[in-house]
C-alpha cells in the first residue's frame, strides 16, 4: 500500500481543504505529456478511478479525490502511485 508521506516525498501534496492529491507532472514535449496521460488514462479506466486533469504542451496538473466519499480513498493512493510509475 502507498501511504502519503511516500507520495508526498514524490511531490504530491494534500489540496488546502484536505480533500485531494494534486501534483504538476513536467515532461520534455507536448508528445511525452500526452503518452502519459494516455498511459494514466488506461490504468484510470481498470480502476474505474478518473482524474482530474489539466494539460498544457509539456505539463500536466492532476488532481486525485474520491467524489464519492468527499475526500480521500484508497483510489486515489494507487492513482497516483501508478502515474508515478509511468511518469519514469
Sequence with gaps: MIDTATL????WSKSSDGTALEKTFKFAN????????TRAAIHAEKLNH???????????????????TGGLSELDLK????????AG
Design 50 to 68: 478518473h482524474p482530474e486533469w489539466f494539460n498544457v504542451y509539456n505539463r500536466v496538473e492532476v488532481k486525485l479525490t474520491t467524489h464519492d
Design 79 to 86: 492513482l497516483a502511485g501508478a502515474m508515478d510509475k509511468l
Design 30 to 37: 507536448f508528445v511525452e505529456a500526452f503518452g502519459f496521460m
Design 8 to 11: 508526498e516525498q514524490n511531490g
